[in-house]
């Protein structure tokens, strides 16, 4: 998503990948190995950083889970679905948010799922155990028109609200992600962050969030989430734009009025609340007709397909919308 502050995120994004070489440069130095340089690996100057900070390396941990049914779609390859990522709170470049969330924290984790002052609380390790895990082969369509096929490891939202036994008054709900600056370089620099109002904020109907085609992903490809994916949990809802997967979740509420969301509060003649997949309602400044699909390789492979109306999940969810002007609710 290219906003007005996009030219300056360019030279800015220039300036912190700069900064961030100069670190590991110091760190190098620090253990006196900068004269060895050509025998440093990438993996040698993470695990020097790691040493330094005396953090855990986010490794990835392989997860049990039930595999979904072969789809017919083919998957994005794993390796462009972790190094090709929106997640603004890392930099709003492609590549950044897996250079930038390397020190990012996964654990400890506290997600709250709360509806008044009734709250269930949720460990990183109650995140992989407390729900039967299973794998969800799902497309991901982002609003700026590329696509990816994304294996995901997770387990339905509403097994987690049925939990907290929600009352009538609950009628929406609003997702937070963690507000963490020090870990956050987006959340620390306007611009890098590409001038969003931190925290990021969605929100689902909820009988959208009820529906069992939405999930709390907590794994993809059989493993947990690297950071630049939203570890270590974040929301996918497959027939929507990619912004309503809000990711790196640490707060549910069950609200009673319809919440305010982060990319509906920056250019609401843009993108809407509800933000289903429409190859009707064209984005003002684009068409969303058509979809680069990323599979795997390089640009070069990319298909350019059209795009499906609620991204192909049209008979499990258009009765959500029945009677709705999907062109003024868009
Ligand atoms: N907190 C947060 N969640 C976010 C974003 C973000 O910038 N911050 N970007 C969104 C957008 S625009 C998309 S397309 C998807 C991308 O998910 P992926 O990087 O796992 O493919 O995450 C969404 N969730
Ligand atoms: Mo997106």
């Not at 941990?61 to 709170?89: C, M, P, W």
Request: glycine share 6%.
């Amino acid at each position: 998503m290219k906003r007005k502050v996009s030219s300056y995120n360019c030279k800015e994004s220039e300036v912190t990948d700069e900064t961030l070489f100069i670190n590991r440069r110091s760190i190098i130095k620090q253990l006196g190995i900068l004269g060895s340089a050509p025998f440093i690996t990438n993996s040698s100057i993470a695990k020097s950083q790691d040493q330094k900070t005396n953090n855990q390396p986010n490794v990835r941990q392989l997860l049990s889970y039930k595999r979904d049914v072969i789809g017919t779609d083919e998957l994005t390859s794993e390796n462009k679905a972790i190094s090709h990522n929106n997640f603004y709170e890392f930099g709003s470049q492609k590549h950044q948010p897996a250079e930038l969330s390397r020190d990012f924290k996964v654990k400890p984790w506290t997600l709250s799922v709360n509806e008044g002052d009734r709250s269930i609380n949720l460990s990183y390790d109650d995140l992989l155990d407390m729900f039967d895990l299973e794998e969800r082969i799902y497309r991901l369509r982002c609003v700026e028109a590329w696509s990816m096929v994304i294996p995901w490891i997770g387990f339905p939202l509403s097994k987690l609200i049925e939990k907290l036994n929600p009352s009538s008054e609950a009628k929406w709900v609003r997702f937070q992600t963690i507000y963490k600056p020090s870990q956050m370089p987006g959340q620390r620099n306007y611009f890098l962050g590409g001038g969003i109002d931190y925290p990021y904020v969605e929100g689902l109907r909820l009988d959208e969030a009820m529906h069992p085609l939405t999930i709390l992903a907590v794994g993809l490809y059989g493993k947990t989430l690297p950071p630049q994916n939203g570890a270590p949990v974040r929301l996918v809802v497959p027939w929507k734009y990619g912004f309503k997967s809000i990711k790196s979740i640490v707060d549910i509420n069950l609200v009673s009025k319809k919440p305010r969301t982060t990319w509906n509060l920056l250019a609401s003649n843009e993108y809407g609340f509800y933000a289903n997949v429409n190859p009707e309602v064209d984005h003002p400044r684009w068409s969303q007709a058509y979809e680069r699909r990323i599979t795997s390789g390089g640009i070069f492979n990319q298909k350019r397909i059209k795009t499906l109306p609620f991204n192909g999940y049209a008979d499990e969810v258009a009765h959500l919308y029945k009677g709705m002007n999907l062109k003024k609710n868009y």
